[in-house]
């Protein structure tokens, strides 16, 4: 799917080698990425790993110290901001008070001098695709947070931009909405066919919404990838513990990680074709939908376990505890993990 969109579709967005410091921080260290037109891309990494610079850069917000950023294959390292055919979606909203729902978000075809009937309709036909129809002539003031994101958005989409970029526009949101929200996030985004770069240190929302995703750590891009591919297999340790839970192992000399959810603790013989170990229940936490499992493993190292709770009770989990069990897993449900560092 990947390897097609690439050959179909030209990028939208060529980083190379980008580089952005400030003093001794090296926020952005490196990094090249070519993201193509219509995908739905995220930048995921923890806090201060340089997402949001490298937002900026592709905005022009910031001008890089070295490398290049291209926008539908033009240089645009050192044109300014509002020569580039992007818009930026924040947190924050930044929506104006004073203002209506309307006026907002009309507001960047009226600095572009559109008239005042397309202004209307193009800024009515936004707030539909936002699902806030009847809500131009409130004020933001009298929106929930939840809406207020939704004219954020219709504001950006209004301008039709080639690219859209996002950082954290679900951060402010409670889990609920939030979730809400991805799903029409990703509505929006295949109905309008514009490309997002999406900024997240949520490592669940970015699994969800995209197509691809680069994985952020100290400013350097660590793995770029299909969330399936990111999350079945990391290539970092710090991938494997940052992307999920994880567990690392190392045997004979090999390390690798294995998912939680990837492993069964058995009842009776092992099927053909598992890797086996023997080791005893250590803890046990019943979760309802759930039960989380730690196995402190007789070769060495400890494992998280995840099971469903398909038949067992909670009072049958937590009876688990101290248990000598064998546990198994596919050899082809680990990844080799090179390299020295901890999961974090
Ligand atoms: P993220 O969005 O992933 O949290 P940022 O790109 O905001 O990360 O920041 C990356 C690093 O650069 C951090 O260490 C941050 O403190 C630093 N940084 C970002 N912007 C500035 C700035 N304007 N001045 C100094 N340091 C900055
Ligand atoms: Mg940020």
Redesign the pocket.
Known sequence: MKGSREVDAPNDIRLIDLAKH?GE?R?VDGVSLEIAQGEFFTLL?P???????TLRLIAGFELPDAGCVELAGRDVSRAPAYTRDVNTVFQDYALFPHMTVQQNVEYGLRIKGVAKGERRARAQEALEMVRLPGAGARRPSQLSGGQRQRVALARAIVNRPRVLLLDEPLGALDLKLRLEMQSELKRIQTEVGITFVY?THDQEEALTMSDRLAV?DQGAVVQVGAPAEVYEHPATAFVAGFVGTSNLLERDGRRFTVRPEKIRILAGEPADGLHVERGRVKDVSYAGPLTRYVVALDAGGELQVVAQNLETTSAEALEDRGREVSVAWRPEHTSAIAGKEEVS
């Open positions: 400030y921080v926020a990494g806090s201060g790993s340089g997402k949001t610079t900024v952020f």
